[in-house]
Each structure stands twice: as C-alpha cells, then as structure tokens.
C-alpha cells in the first residue's frame, strides 16, 4: 500500500507564501489524480487543488494564488499559496485515488490513500 508524506507547513505571516509538498512511498501513475484537502477546526474537510495528467483544479478559495505541481517521475505533489490569509489555517492532507474511482475530483470520497496532514497556520 502507497504512504504519502505531507510536510512544509508551519507558521506564516498574512500576505506570505508558502509550498507544501507531499511525496508517495511508490510510484502513483500520471492517471491517478493527486490532490490537496484542507480541514480548519470545527470544518469540514474541504478540496484545495488537484492534478491529473496535464490538468489541474483548483477550490475558489485558492483559485489565482495557488499552484498545484505534480512531479510524475518522483510522485510527488506540490502546493503553493501566495498571498496566505488566516482563513487559510488549517490541517493540509495530500491524497490520491489508486482505484481510478467515479466519485468527482472534489470529493474526499474520490481518494483512498491519505496522508496525516502537516499544519498551516496563518498569523501575525
């Protein structure tokens, strides 16, 4: 079964930048969307961004200041947020879909591996 590892978070100053990265234990074909999930306290956990193949999605929350990069040849993923706000404290997840599900790329049901997270907070 494929690990997936999250780290890059810590603390960050509003108006900041910065990239989370997320690296799998086994190679996650290039078809298998990869994606990054967020969850504040009390909230439910909630879609950020993705990448399969050569496209990527974003949440509106993040769309215009974030970046989603995905590295095939080392299966890992990357998320990059500029212009950081405190609403954007949370615990970021990294996730994958290894069974090709049917659920939509935005839905926590579509992934089966899971990383622990790594913590975002955004403050002065």
């Known amino acids: 079964q494929v690990q997936l590892v999250e780290s890059g978070g810590g603390l960050v100053q509003p108006g900041g930048s910065l990239r989370l990265s997320c690296a799998a234990s086994?190679?996650?074909?290039?078809?298998?969307?990869m994606a990054w999930f967020r969850q504040a306290p009390g909230k439910e956990r909630e879609f950020v961004g993705s990448s399969v193949r050569d496209k990527t999605f974003y949440a509106d929350s993040v769309k215009g200041r974030s970046t989603v990069t995905r590295d095939n040849v080392k299966s890992t993923i990357s998320l990059q947020i500029d212009s950081l706000k405190p609403e954007d404290t949370a615990v970021y997840y990294c996730?994958?879909?290894?069974?090709?599900?049917?659920?939509?790329?935005?839905?926590?049901?579509?992934?089966?591996?899971w990383g622990r997270g790594t913590q975002v907070t955004v403050s002065p």
């Open positions: 996730a994958a879909d290894t069974r090709r599900a049917t659920a939509a790329f935005y839905s926590k049901l579509r992934y089966d591996v």
């Open positions: 086994e190679r996650i074909d290039i078809d298998n969307i």
